[in-house]
């Protein structure tokens, strides 16, 4: 998983304690090290937690390019990273992967380099040339990065609680947590603390202690296919087929196979030597197990069931508030907690899930609610969904926002922030459902 932390400023050689602690304090994100590195004119300190998929013998971070004294810390992993060296003309020695393509290209060619990158990551890089630290993202957000003012000096982080120990920070409930029980956006439950955006860059001059931020990715950007649905769903399917392999791991891991749409889709394309599944006897209507064993038969995987029960929940339930941070509206979370610590015992680092696949691919019955009304649902044998599809008037037509905004409501929506959100997602995707 890795993870990074650090702080910039005018002074920042003088906290390389503080910087090592917080490197300590999410030493668990880094099981093949914790190091923390000062760059050469001392107004830079960066920490990283290094866990080693691409290649078990490199070196953990941070990075360090010689020539230029550029310091990198890098959590997560460019799926073509061997691609690009070759297409920037970088050679990478033995022990080197794609952390150091990650340096060597931002060295060469500055923060132009995040357009080449195929990958999910979070970096912190100081560059001691031009007294800047950067901070950047991938395109959707699936590495977490959080940073926060003091003083002059900026500090970041891959987990918030480390920001908090920092130094401190109010609790705020923010008023998506009652609706949906989680916040969203770049606003944290702490004072002074945000989460950087996905695809944006952070940019922060250590003399003036200005700083910017930029999106150097947007989809609404990205062309719409031209084309009808069959050569879409054509054209779709290559890339899907081309392109989650890719993602698959170079060495043995888990995929956590639900029975569901995504992960169905994953288990198939990626071939993992083994599959979890959480059952819960007694619970028949979220017992998805038996079609998890026919897919894990189909591409000869292992098939671990994982059964947990009360006593789970209750030993579980102070390591999944610590792990957490802060309330996530995730269902899931206990379940995939169980099947992530009978992963660990199993020996194996690395977990494949299918968070973001199902919407994707609109594999929810919410989006066929919206998509085809409470009726049809309900008409096609769905009728456990009965107390979702209430929250929908039968016979009533809403617009899509709107019924989106009721199907993910949780509580009261009094500033109207949720019906906001959603709003905003669905102009940005043109108002069209499949896209927002």
Excluded at 165 to 179: D, H, K, N, Q, T
Excluded at 221 to 235: E, I, K, M, S, W
Excluded at 342 to 361: A, C, I, Q, R, T
Excluded at 396 to 416: A, F, K, N, Y
């Amino acid at each position: 998983m890795c993870g990074i932390a650090g702080l910039a400023g005018p002074d920042a050689h003088w906290h390389q304690m503080t910087v090592k602690a917080m490197g300590i304090a999410q030493h668990y994100r880094g099981p093949d090290g914790t190091m923390h590195a000062a760059s050469s004119d001392g107004r830079g300190v960066l920490a990283m937690n290094t866990l080693l998929i691409v290649d078990p013998l490199a070196h953990p971070g941070p990075y360090l390019d010689r020539p230029s004294r550029v310091l990198l810390a890098f959590n997560g992993e460019i799926y073509n990273y061997r691609r690009q060296a070759t297409a920037w003309g970088i050679e990478l020695a033995e022990k080197e992967t794609d952390a150091h393509l990650v340096l060597k290209a931002w060295t060469k060619l500055g923060p132009s380099c995040l357009d080449g990158l195929d990958g999910m990551f979070a970096l912190a890089l100081y560059d001691p040339r031009v007294g800047k630290l950067f901070l950047a993202r991938d395109r959707l957000g699936e590495k977490p990065l959080y940073w926060r003012m003091d003083g002059g000096r900026l500090a970041f982080a891959s987990e918030v609680t480390t920001l908090i120990g920092y130094g401190s920070a109010p609790l705020i409930v923010r008023p998506e947590m009652l609706a949906i029980e989680t916040p969203v956006g770049v606003d944290t439950p702490f004072q002074g603390v945000q989460l950087l955006a996905p695809a944006t860059l952070l940019t922060f001059d250590v003399v003036t202690a200005s700083l910017q931020q930029t999106i150097w990715w947007r989809l609404e950007d990205r062309l719409p296919f031209a084309g009808d649905y069959r050569q879409a769903l054509a054209a779709f399917s290559v890339v899907l087929a081309e392109q989650v392999p890719l993602r698959a791991p170079g060495c043995d891991f888990a995929l956590l196979l639900s029975g569901g749409l995504d992960s169905s889709v994953l288990a198939y394309l990626m071939r993992p030597p083994v599959c979890v599944t959480v059952s819960y006897p007694g619970q028949d209507r979220l017992d998805e197990s038996d079609v998890a064993a026919r897919i894990a038969r189909d591409i000869g995987a292992e098939l671990v069931v994982v059964e947990p029960d009360h006593i789970d929940f209750t030993k579980a339930l102070p390591h999944l508030m610590s792990a957490l941070d802060y309330p996530m509206g995730n269902a899931s979370t206990f379940s995939e907690y169980m099947a992530y610590r009978n992963v660990s015992d199993l020996g194996l680092k690395v977990v494949v899930g299918g968070l973001g696949p199902d919407e994707f691919l609109m594999g929810y019955v919410r989006h066929a609610l919206v998509l085809f009304g409470p009726d049809a649902v309900l008409k096609a044998g769905l009728d456990a969904y009965r107390p979702l599809a209430a929250k929908l008037t039968a016979g009533q037509q809403l617009e899509p926002g709107e019924s989106v905004t009721r199907l993910i409501l949780r509580g009261p929506d009094p500033e109207m922030r949720l019906r906001a959100l959603v709003a905003d997602a669905m102009e940005r995707a043109g108002g069209d459902l499949a896209r927002g």
